[in-house]
């Protein structure tokens, strides 16, 4: 069974530009998170979405966003970007209300 | 609101030592506990988790951990290291029958190896 693929894995951007990043879950998979990992922060929560619907939101703000399609593969999308967004990205699907989660590699965002 | 703290920030060992890794959380009510690894250039990976029922979890590479509710930890432990055990490590915790994105996690603990 193939894992959760994320693309890019590495993104150089400018302040002020946005970006988006993608996600395709295992098969069969309808919920997916996203986190940002940075070496201050830790893991911190984004967003998940189940079956094309938001269903939590972390604390970030709204130029953060996301969205999901009807095949479960998701986007993520920041807009106006700053420095502060340099990190990996991590994507992570599971199964409906299970809460073992795979992780992707991750894409690693770079600001400039 | 819940919360994991892990207190080793760095830790270093030489082969064959003994390892724990400590976890305590805050939260009310009854959790889920996991604990990740992230190898180095590799993606995080479930070591071992615990819903319910026997408090010692066995999980892979020779890893286990032991939740003590009283005490709100859930330590990772393994007997004897090998470098291959460099990596960073996750504690998370979710409430119990929660979504997927319900998890907090740690803020990780690096553990680096001496051969």
């Known amino acids: 069974k193939a894992g959760v693929t994320q693309t890019p894995r590495y993104l150089i951007k400018t302040r002020g530009q946005q970006v988006t990043l993608s996600c395709s879950p295992i098969s069969g998979h309808r919920s997916v998170s996203w986190y940002q990992q940075t070496p201050g922060q830790g893991l911190q929560f984004l967003f998940e979405y189940f079956s094309e619907t938001q269903r939590n939101k972390g604390n970030f703000p709204g130029r953060f966003s996301g969205r999901q399609f009807s095949n479960s593969r998701s986007e993520m999308n920041v807009s106006t970007l700053e420095l502060g967004d340099s990190a990996l990205y991590l994507c992570?699907?599971?199964?409906?209300?299970?809460?073992?989660?795979?992780f992707g590699p991750g894409t690693r965002l770079t600001v400039l | 609101a819940q919360s994991v703290s892990q207190h080793n920030h760095h830790v270093i060992l030489s082969e064959a030592a003994s390892l724990e890794l400590g976890c305590n959380y805050s939260?009310?009510?009854?959790?889920?506990l996991f604990w990740y690894v992230q190898y180095p250039g590799q993606h995080l990976q479930l070591l071992l988790k615990y819903f319910s029922g026997d408090p010692l979890v066995k999980g892979i590479k020779g890893f286990e951990a032991e939740f003590i509710k009283s005490k709100f930890s859930f330590n990772l432990r393994k007997p004897s290291v090998q470098w291959s055990d460099t990596a960073e490590y996750f504690c998370?915790?979710?409430?119990?029958?929660?979504?997927?994105?319900?998890?907090?996690f740690g803020s990780g603990t690096r553990l680096s190896i001496r051969p």
């Open positions: 992570a699907s599971s199964l409906d209300r299970d809460v073992e989660q795979f």
């Open positions: 998370a915790v979710s409430p119990s029958y929660s979504s997927a994105s319900k998890i907090i």
């Open positions: 939260y009310g009510g009854t959790v889920n």
